[in-house]
């Protein structure tokens, strides 16, 4: 049973950093290129970031310079480490496999609140 559990979300003020973590278990983790999703009230779930099994980054230029995404093939891990956050940045962040249309289910996500 595939299961991701994301977490580290909060409340900050506007510049601070916030780091999530992404637990995978029930997969093939190595294999799986990994993307942080994010949905903002109102929007539709946006790709914010992934990372290739080789480790090679990439980024929507919203977050480009600011966030960076890695991960820990050991432990079925991968993270976010969010800088100079803006209010622009408020949503819930999911992790996920990037590619593939059918992604995996959806964990609960976790609630980063970005205050001004």
């Known amino acids: 049973q595939v299961q991701l559990v994301e977490s580290g979300g909060g409340l900050v003020q506007a510049g601070g950093s916030l780091r999530l973590s992404c637990a995978a278990s029930g997969i093939i983790f190595s294999i799986n290129a990994m993307g942080w999703y994010r949905q903002a009230p109102g929007k539709q779930r946006e790709l914010v970031a992934w990372i290739n099994t080789g480790d090679s980054t990439n980024y929507v230029d919203s977050v480009k310079g600011r966030f960076t995404i890695s991960r820990d093939n050991a432990k079925n891990m991968v993270y976010l480490q969010m800088n100079s956050l803006k209010v622009e940045d408020t949503a819930v962040y999911y992790c996920?496999?990037?590619?593939?249309?059918?992604?995996?289910?959806w964990g609960q996500g976790t609630q980063v609140t970005v205050s001004s």
């Open positions: 996920n496999r990037y590619y593939g249309s059918t992604k995996y289910p």
